[in-house]
């Protein structure tokens, strides 16, 4: 199960930081990865980590704003949301899967298991 958190309302310029718990230990072999949806609009990728933990991965939108980064030992995986824009505010999701590929870090559909969300809302 994930849980995510840490979402709320900001000005623009600001920061947040949400953290995304997983219960099962087994997601340390998994890729985890951030999403967001707007309000109309379909979900997007942010940002996530390869199944190796490796890599990292971002959607243009965000780079050089967001960074994302796990602890291993708490099971969680963070994402620290910087200089940010009212374009930005969404529900964002965190997802994993075993079976993303490098060609699918992108993709909803590679994700098996998903969060509940957590809203963040910027201010102009």
């Known amino acids: 199960q994930l849980q995510a958190s840490g979402g709320g309302l900001v000005q623009a310029g600001g920061t947040l930081r949400l953290s995304c718990a997983a219960s099962r230990r087994t997601f340390g072999t998994y890729a985890m990865g951030w999403f967001r949806q707007a309000p109309g609009k379909e979900r997007e990728f942010v940002a996530a980590?390869?199944?190796?933990?490796?890599?990292?991965y971002y959607a243009d939108s965000v780079k050089g704003r967001f960074t994302i980064s796990r602890d291993n030992a708490k099971n969680t995986v963070y994402l620290q949301m910087m200089n940010l824009k009212p374009e930005d505010t969404a529900l964002y999701y965190c997802a994993v899967g075993n079976r993303v590929i490098t060609s699918s870090i992108g993709s909803a559909s590679a994700y098996d298991f998903w969060g509940q969300g957590t809203l963040v809302t910027v201010s102009s």
């Open positions: 980590f390869s199944r190796s933990g490796g890599y990292t």
